[in-house]
C-alpha cells in the first residue's frame, strides 16, 4: 500500500536528490529560448551520432585498410631484403634498385657499412607507426627505423641488414588509408548544410511566436499592434487566432461598460443639474448648505467612478518629458507653501500615455501634498524600467491596510486617502494606469518617516 509517508521517503532519497540536483543543474545551464532549445535538440544527436560513427569508422575500417597495406608494403621490403641476401648483385645494385621501382613502386638506396638514426619520438597520435612498426617487427624481425613525420607524401623506412643498411622510400599512400579526411569532410560539410537549413526552417517558426508574444504584451500595456495577423505553424495560427478574439471580445466590453456608463452619467448629470439649479433658485438659506454640499461631493463621486471604470485606454501612446510635469507639482506645492524637490536620472524623455501618465504622478504628489509637509520625489530612466519614487513626512498608511487601499471605494477611517473627493478610488486609478501600462503601484516605508509610493513602468 503506497501512502503518503512512503512517497515523502522517497522524495528525500540520496537517487531524487541527486535527480533533483541534476536538473536544476541543467536548467541554469542550458539556454531557456524555445530557438536555442530547438537547435540543440537538431544538433545533439547529430554531432553524437557523427561521433561514434567517427570512432567506429576510424576503429575499424580505417585501421584495418592501414593494416593491409602496411602489411603488404611490409612484403614487398621482406622480398627485397630476400633478393639482396639470396641472390648474387651488382656493385651497385643496380638491378634490384631497377626491380623495386618498376614492380614494386618502392625507391631504395643500400648503404654499406651503414647505422640507423637514433629513435625519432613518435607522434602523440598516429595509426601507422604503430601499425607499420608492428609489421617490420613481425615479418622482417632485423633492426629498423620508421619516419612517417619528415616528408608529407613519403614515408622513410631503414632497415640493418649484416654489413648495410637498406633505405626505403614509399609513398604514403601505399602504407596508409589516406583518403579519411575525404570521409570527415563530407560529414562535416554535410552536417553545416543541414544545420543552416535547420537555423533557416527554426526561425521561420519561431518568428511568429514572437510576434505573438509581443502583440499580446503590447495589448497588456494598452498599445494595439494593427499589423499583426496569425502567421507560422497551424498550432502557432490558432493561438494568433485565438488572441485576436480574446482581445476582440475584451475591446468589446470596455466599449460597452463605456458607453453604458457615459449613458448613465449623462442622465445622473442631468438630474444633478436640476438640484443645483433648484438650489440655486432658492437663494442663500442655511439650512440648505447641507444639500449644496451632498450635490458636489455626489458630483467627484459621479466622475471619479467614470475615470475609474473608463480609464485611459484610448489614448494613444507618445512621448513626455518627466521633468514638465515635476516642475507643475513643484509649483503647485510652493502655492500651497510646502517643501517638493526631485530629481531623474536618465533620459527625461519617457515613452508613455501622456494624460494617463501625468494624472498618475500628479495623484500621487497631491496626495502627499494633502497630508505633508515635504516630499522628495527620485526618477530613475534605465534601458529596460521607469522608476518614480515618492517619499513623504506624512502619516503613511498601515502595513496592514497597504494592498486593501488599492481595492475601489475603500477609504481609510484615520489615514489618508488618495482622492480628494473621499470616494476611495484614488488609489484604484493609480494602480490601473500603471497596469495600463504594463507596470504597477506599490507602498511602504518612506525614510522621511511617512508613505513611500513607488512606480515601476517598462520603459
Known amino acids: 500500500m503506497v501512502t503518503f509517508d512512503s512517497i515523502r521517503r522517497d522524495q528525500d532519497s540520496p537517487p531524487s536528490n541527486g535527480m533533483r540536483w541534476l536538473s536544476r543543474w541543467l536548467r541554469r545551464r542550458l539556454p531557456t ?35 593491409r597495406l602496411s602489411m ?3 612484403r614487398d621490403i621482406a622480398a627485397i631484403i630476400a633478393i639482396i641476401e639470396t641472390y648474387p648483385q651488382d656493385a651497385d645494385y643496380s638491378a634490384v634498385t631497377q626491380i623495386a621501382r618498376q614492380k614494386l ?46 616528408n608529407s607524401s613519403l614515408v622513410e623506412i631503414r632497415v640493418k641488414l649484416p654489413d648495410k643498411v637498406l633505405r626505403v622510400f614509399a609513398k604514403r599512400s601505399q602504407t596508409y ?27 521561420g517558426q519561431i518568428r511568429p511566436i514572437l510576434a505573438l508574444a509581443q502583440a499580446a504584451e503590447s495589448f497588456g500595456k494598452g498599445q494595439r499592434l494593427e499589423n499583426y495577423s496569425p502567421r507560422g505553424a497551424d498550432e502557432v495560427r490558432r493561438a494568433g487566432l485565438a488572441f485576436i478574439l480574446m482581445r476582440e471580445r475584451i475591446e468589446r466590453q470596455i466599449e460597452q461598460r463605456t458607453a453604458m456608463l457615459s449613458g448613465v452619467s449623462h442622465d445622473l448629470r442631468t438630474v444633478l443639474t436640476r438640484f443645483k439649479l433648484q438650489l440655486a433658485l432658492v437663494g442663500e438659506n442655511p439650512d440648505l448648505v447641507g444639500l449644496s454640499e451632498d450635490v458636489e461631493d ?69 496626495n502627499a501634498r494633502r497630508y505633508a509637509q515635504t516630499l522628495r520625489v527620485e526618477a530613475k530612466h ?8 515618492f517619499d513623504d513626512d506624512g502619516p503613511g498608511i498601515p502595513v496592514n491596510a497597504r494592498e486593501d487601499v488599492f481595492k475601489p471605494f475603500f477609504r481609510l477611517d484615520e489615514a489618508r486617502n488618495l482622492d480628494n473627493s473621499g470616494t476611495g478610488l484614488g488609489l484604484a486609478i493609480a494602480r490601473d494606469i500603471a497596469r495600463s501600462h504594463g507596470g504597477n503601484v506599490t507602498l511602504g516605508d518612506s525614510p522621511l518617516g511617512g508613505l513611500r509610493a513607488t512606480i515601476r513602468i517598462p520603459a
Request: net charge negative.
Open 105 to 150: 613502386d618502392l625507391t631504395i638506396s643500400i648503404e654499406p657499412g651503414g647505422e640507423l638514426p637514433p629513435p625519432r619520438e613518435k607522434p602523440f597520435f598516429s595509426i601507422l607507426d604503430g601499425i607499420l612498426s608492428d609489421e617490420i617487427r613481425e615479418q622482417i624481425n632485423m633492426p629498423f627505423w620508421v619516419d612517417t613525420l619528415g
Open 72 to 74: 603488404a608494403t611490409t
Open 382 to 389: 534605465s534601458a529596460k524600467w521607469l522608476t518614480v519614487i
Open 298 to 366: 455626489m458630483q467627484s463621486m459621479l466622475e471619479g467612478y467614470m475615470a475609474f471604470a473608463r480609464g485611459e485606454a484610448e489614448e494613444d501612446v507618445g512621448t513626455l518629458h518627466l521633468s514638465d510635469i515635476l516642475d507643475k507639482v513643484e509649483q503647485d506645492f510652493s502655492l500651497h507653501g510646502k517643501s517638493m524637490t526631485y530629481s531623474i536620472d536618465g533620459d527625461d524623455e519617457i515613452s508613455v500615455r501622456p494624460n494617463a501618465f501625468a494624472r498618475l504622478v500628479t495623484n500621487l504628489a497631491s
Open 177 to 203: 588509408a589516406s583518403n579519411t579526411h575525404i570521409f570527415i569532410l563530407w560529414m562535416v560539410g554535410t552536417s553545416l548544410v543541414l544545420i543552416g537549413i535547420a537555423v533557416l526552417f527554426l526561425r
Open 33 to 67: 529560448g524555445i530557438y536555442a532549445r530547438s537547435l540543440l535538440i537538431f544538433i545533439l544527436p547529430m554531432i553524437i551520432l557523427q561521433a561514434v560513427v567517427t570512432v567506429v569508422f576510424m576503429e575499424r575500417h580505417w585501421q584495418m585498410v592501414t593494416q
